[in-house]
């Protein structure tokens, strides 16, 4: 199986920033795809940011002049760096991996429980 963990929520004041990092084990032989989603109550999951093998990015605009996002692969990582927050962030942010298994040896999308961040103004 495989596991996401994430980790860097938390309460911050508009203005401020968090780095939010998740961590991917178990039956791993590749990553492909990872990024971040995020959910508030009242909308639907969103695709904040995500990374290939290659570095390059895709995602929300809203976001893409404060969020930067990297990978690390040596211990199959990916950060989200979020800057200049705003009360519109907040929201239950999710980690995910598109993971080739070496059990089932195809790729399947993986999810981490999610982790808060909530923005004040």
């Known amino acids: 199986q495989v596991q996401l963990v994430e980790s860097g929520g938390g309460l911050v004041q508009a203005g401020g920033s968090l780095r939010l990092s998740c961590v991917v084990t178990?039956?791993?032989?590749?990553?492909?795809?990872m990024g971040w989603d995020r959910q508030t109550r009242t909308s639907e999951r969103e695709t904040v940011l995500a990374?290939?093998?290659?570095?390059?990015?895709s995602g929300a605009k809203q976001v893409r002049d404060r969020f930067s996002i990297s990978r690390d692969r040596v211990n199959n990582a990916v950060h989200l760096q979020m800057n200049n927050l705003k009360p519109e962030d907040t929201a239950l942010y999710f980690c995910?991996?598109?993971?080739?298994?070496?059990?089932?040896?195809?790729?399947?999308?993986?999810w981490g429980q999610g982790t808060q961040v909530t923005v004040s103004s």
């Open positions: 995910y991996a598109r993971v080739r298994t070496r059990s089932s040896g195809g790729y399947s999308d993986y």
């Open positions: 178990g039956d791993i032989d590749n990553i492909f795809t």
């Open positions: 990374i290939t093998p290659g570095g390059s990015v």
